[in-house]
C-alpha cells in the first residue's frame, strides 16, 4: 500500500459499501491484508525483536501502524459478532490479533460504565468478555498487544462487581497469571495494575511488583519499573518510596532506572547510587 491516508480512507468507504451484513472474521483479515506495506512490516518485525532467539520470533506482521488498525476496529466492530473474534486472535498476522482485542476492548468498556457498574446483565457480560480474554491471553504474544488490552479489560475488571467471585477469586485467577509459564500472561499480571491505580487501587500493583521482582525477562523489569512509576505518580510518592526503601537493593538496574523516572534529579541520584 503506497497512498497513504488517502488510500486508506478510499478502502475505508469500499469497506462500508461491500459489507453491510454482520462482518465476518475472514471478511476483516482479507481486508486487513489488502493494506499491507511491505517496508513498514520490515520495520515493525525488527522493532519488535521476531529474529531468532529474541522474544517476539516467529511474530508476523502486515506492516499497519496502529492508528490504521484503530480505524479498522472502529468501521467494523458494531457489525461484527463476539463469536468472530476468537478467529482474529488465532491469526497469524500480529495487527489481526490487535483488531480483535482492540474490539474486546470496546465491549468491555461500553459494559463498564458507572451507570451498568452493579448492573446484572452488564456484570454477566463482562465476566464472559474477560473469559475469552484469558482464554486467548497467549494469543497476546507481544508486548504492545498485552500493554493495549490487560489493564482496559483485566485491570478494569479487578475493580467491577464481578459474578464470578469476589477478592479471593480475583486474587487466585491474577496469581495464576503471575505463575503462568507464559512470559505474556505474566505480563497482564503487572501491567493491568495501571488501570486499578487510575482508580486508586495500589494493592494490586504492589502485589504483583514484588511477585516479579527477581523475574529474569528484561519485559518484566520493564512492565514492573514501569507501573512502579505509576504508581508514584497516580495514587503515592510515599508508598513509592515505602516499596524502595525496602526492595530497591535487589532490583534490576533496569526496573530501578523505571521506577524512579519522575523523582527530581537528586532523589534519582540517590538511588542509583545506594543501590
Known amino acids: 500500500m503506497d497512498g497513504g491516508w488517502s488510500s486508506f ?6 469497506l462500508e459499501i461491500l459489507f453491510v451484513d454482520m462482518m465476518k472474521a475472514k471478511d476483516i483479515i482479507s481486508y486487513m491484508e489488502s493494506l499491507r506495506d511491505d517496508e513498514q512490516r520490515r520495520v515493525l518485525m525488527r522493532f519488535f525483536k521476531t529474529g531468532p532467539g529474541e522474544y517476539g520470533y516467529g511474530d508476523e506482521f502486515l506492516g499497519l501502524k496502529v492508528p490504521v488498525t484503530r480505524e479498522v476496529v472502529a468501521l467494523v466492530v458494531r457489525d461484527t459478532s463476539l463469536a468472530e473474534v476468537p478467529q482474529l ?3 497469524r498476522w500480529h495487527e489481526v490479533r490487535l483488531c480483535g482485542l ?3 476492548v470496546w465491549h468491555f468498556e461500553r459494559l463498564s460504565t458507572r451507570r451498568l457498574a452493579t448492573d446484572g446483565e452488564a456484570m454477566r457480560r463482562r465476566d464472559e468478555l474477560l473469559t475469552l480474554y ?5 494469543r497476546a504474544n507481544n508486548w504492545d498487544l498485552v500493554d493495549m488490552s490487560a489493564p482496559k479489560i483485566l485491570g478494569h475488571w479487578l475493580m ?3 459474578a464470578l467471585g469476589g477478592e479471593d477469586y480475583k486474587r487466585q485467577l491474577m496469581d495464576e497469571l503471575a505463575a503462568s509459564p507464559c512470559l505474556w500472561k505474566q505480563r497482564m499480571s503487572m501491567v493491568c495494575t495501571w488501570k486499578t491505580m487510575q482508580l486508586g487501587d495500589a494493592s494490586w500493583c504492589l502485589r504483583y511488583a514484588e511477585r516479579h521482582l527477581h523475574h529474569p525477562h528484561d519485559l518484566m523489569h520493564k512492565a514492573v519499573g514501569w507501573m512502579l512509576r505509576e504508581l508514584g505518580k497516580r495514587v503515592s510518592m510515599d508508598l513509592l518510596r515505602d516499596f ?6 535487589e532490583m534490576s538496574r533496569t526496573t530501578l532506572r523505571y521506577a524512579i523516572e519522575k523523582m527530581d534529579e537528586e532523589e534519582r541520584k540517590t538511588y542509583l547510587i545506594s543501590s
Open 160 to 162: 467491577l462487581p464481578s
Open 89 to 91: 486472535l488465532e491469526c
Open 134 to 138: 484469558l482464554t486467548y491471553g497467549h
Open 102 to 104: 482492540l474490539m474486546l
Open 244 to 249: 524502595l526503601a525496602q526492595h530497591a537493593h
Open 9 to 14: 480512507a478510499v478502502n475505508c468507504c469500499i
